[in-house]
């Protein structure tokens, strides 16, 4: 017997980017070079560590503060905002998930053994399991960030997918197509995942002025690239419908630590905090956040070392005769000379791990992490030898 | 403008009891007796806190093993299953969220703004946001921790109510109630809250087998009770319907950490991980989980100290003329002699923190978390005086 809802049975999971078992100093697996799920490659800093090594038995005991009001205050300090414009979440992914839940009607189909409401028309029902309903769902960039399509699938939503230009810009013409399917949320990774480009912030903020649902911008690489959104919070613009995500996962070196944030006009968050787990980020988790903010200087350092490997793996790649999509993040979109699965598998087995993707316009490419100097030499080496 | 789904704008969201932000040890703050959340008195145990402070740097850098994987054996060791009996969840919360998120059908009310489906009917429409849709909800006891509810109206799902006999023991005929109302999910806490009653093992195997959707037993406060549903998952029943819930936050001292598990069959694991959060457990939470369960001993003396003061605090709360219900819990309901809701201001007056509920049938009550034996002689002393 199925238990599950037809939308889940039908599911396809998020499939996150391989994490071999070995850490780094576990001598008894071959060393791997792993460039496939952009960790940053540099340590966090100390002071976090401190302050989870500092923690006491009576934060573990107790409750944690649930809606984090430490971090959104030190949120606040550093982005010049106060801390009714922050939330606080278990990783970005809980802010996907919690802006889709507040934002977007599911379709509400029924299953097959359940009985119709009243008033339920069978042939409208069984339409709407069928094909999207217009309207009242997200709306997504092609190609994007993959668990977009699978949160909203979850949550049973009609997705409206907008291609990208070929050097993967977005259409000026987005807001009007999300408005005219009456989508609820858009979802905008900047800079932009997998190529790595930065969106213009003048248009995300006329996209924002035009569309007439939430626009999420999932800055998710933000502290790697030249310029970001804060700035649509101004309270001059009056933007009420603007929500950016942030995570310590990739800028602060804290992909294990689940620490992601929202950034927007306090109705929103308002709303969001209505929909969160009572307690959703623990007592540790809050106390690193709140350190790594206040250590933004050592993490600063940690960007400005990535994006000079950026730019000299952009210039040796492109020596290999690889195309290198321009990239304001932490890896690189790269369309080798050979067959890209084939480039990956053998890289793979040299223990080498990039992604690929195999997705419409992606299956001619690799993204590809940028990591140490070392790590990155020993990439290069190895495409030397095996393209 | 609202954005938001009118469900979330209808929403009284969940109220967790006060979390006052003074630690035992701030001098600053008045000394606070806090008997509100039903945490466990005593601190978790050394190699829990070693867990975490060993952390290494790359542990935090990198992504945590998506499904807890380690976490997973160690709890199939402590329970005599297979890893594919167990999911890992952000606390015991998330693990109800995704059960509702899984099982049950949103209504699938659309905003007013929105253009109707092709083939909607608004008459049927207005009738669907109005009132409850019959089937593919929850089914809940009255009383019962009151997030269930939260939970259900986030996701827009029908309840259906089971008023509790008076002495909070489940009516017999509980499933043929849900199985006419089309529920596909019931949802009993076990030992009761707020109550602490222990409902009766066989009566939940018979319950699980007449329900015709999932069975989710939440002993959240199993720890403290003498016996528990773990027999129900023995492949002889061969019962694909049962999940219970397991949390580190009472009976390991870990509220602050927020882990919880789910143990059912795999079809029902498989089922919740195509669901959940990518990597919705810490790097950190896990360690420390993993250390906590081989640390079981430990536990099990905070359990036998916290029983016997829930004796006495019974007996004593008796000779002041309460009437205490009897508890299988870390926590006790009690009616005192004199109007519960003054008495629970003039505590918090005191620095006394209880749980007062404004819900039927618990206005006369107070639930007391049960203490240290000095904590709970200075809630006696205070009572005696107050009342």
Same mark, same amino acid.
């Given at each position: 017997?199925?238990? $599950? ?32 799920? %952009? ?39 550093? #982005?010049?905002?106060?801390?009714? #414009?922050? @939330? ?5 992914? $809980?802010?996907?998930? *919690? ?49 977009? $399509? ?51 912030? %003048?248009? *995300? ?57 929202? *950034?927007?006009?306090?109705?929103? @968050? ?31 350092? +940690?960007?400005?070392?990535? +994006? ?13 005769? #690889?195309?290198? #999509? ?42 590809? +992490? ?10 290069? %080496?190895? *495409? $030397?030898?095996?393209?």
């Amino acid at each position: 017997m199925t238990y $599950e809802r037809p939308n889940i049975t039908r599911l396809t999971p998020y499939t996150p980017g391989e994490q071999p078992a070995g850490t780094p100093t576990d001598r008894s697996q071959p060393p791997i070079i792993k460039l496939n799920t %952009n960790e940053n490659p540099y340590p966090p800093a100390q002071p976090v560590l401190d302050a989870i090594r500092n923690v006491s038995p009576d934060a573990l005991r107790r409750y944690p503060p649930p809606t984090a009001s430490a971090f959104r205050q030190a949120a606040a300090d550093a #982005h010049n905002l106060t801390p009714d #414009h922050i @939330i606080a979440t278990n990783g970005g992914d $809980e802010l996907l998930r *919690l802006a889709i839940t507040v934002y977007c009607e599911p379709r509400g189909t029924y299953n097959n053994t359940d009985s119709p409401p009243v008033g339920w028309d069978k042939r409208s029902a069984s339409h709407q399991s069928q094909s999207p309903t217009p309207g009242a769902g997200i709306g997504i960039t092609d190609p994007t960030y993959s668990l977009y $399509e699978v949160l909203a699938a979850i949550h049973n939503t009609p997705i409206t997918r907008m291609p990208l230009n070929d050097d993967f810009s977005i259409p000026d013409d987005y807001p009007d197509r999300l408005n005219a399917a009456n989508a609820r949320l858009a979802l905008i990774v900047n800079p932009h995942a997998p190529s790595g480009r930065l969106q213009p912030i %003048n248009q *995300l903020a006329d996209f924002a002025q035009r569309f007439n649902g939430i626009l999420l911008i999932d800055e998710a690489y933000t502290d790697f690239a030249e310029s970001n959104a804060l700035e649509l919070l101004d309270p001059a613009r009056n933007l009420t419908n603007v929500l950016l995500l942030r995570t310590l996962s990739k800028g602060y070196s804290l992909a294990g630590l689940r620490f992601g944030y929202g *950034l927007a006009h306090p109705t929103i @968050i308002t709303t969001l905090n209505k929909a969160k787990d009572s307690y959703n980020t623990d007592a540790l988790a809050q106390a690193a956040a709140v350190a790594a903010l206040q250590s933004r200087d050592h993490a600063a350092k +940690t960007w400005q070392a990535v +994006t000079a490997e950026r730019t000299r793996l952009t210039d040796r790649l492109t020596d290999l005769g #690889h195309r290198v #999509h321009p990239s304001q993040s932490n890896f690189l979109l790269t369309t080798p000379t050979t067959n890209a699965k084939t480039l990956y598998q053998n890289l793979k087995a040299a223990n080498i791990l990039v992604r690929y993707f195999d997705h419409p316009r992606l299956t001619d490419k690799l993204r590809i +992490t940028v990591g140490t100097p070392d790590e990155n030499n020993q990439l290069l %080496n190895a *495409l $030397e030898k095996l393209q």
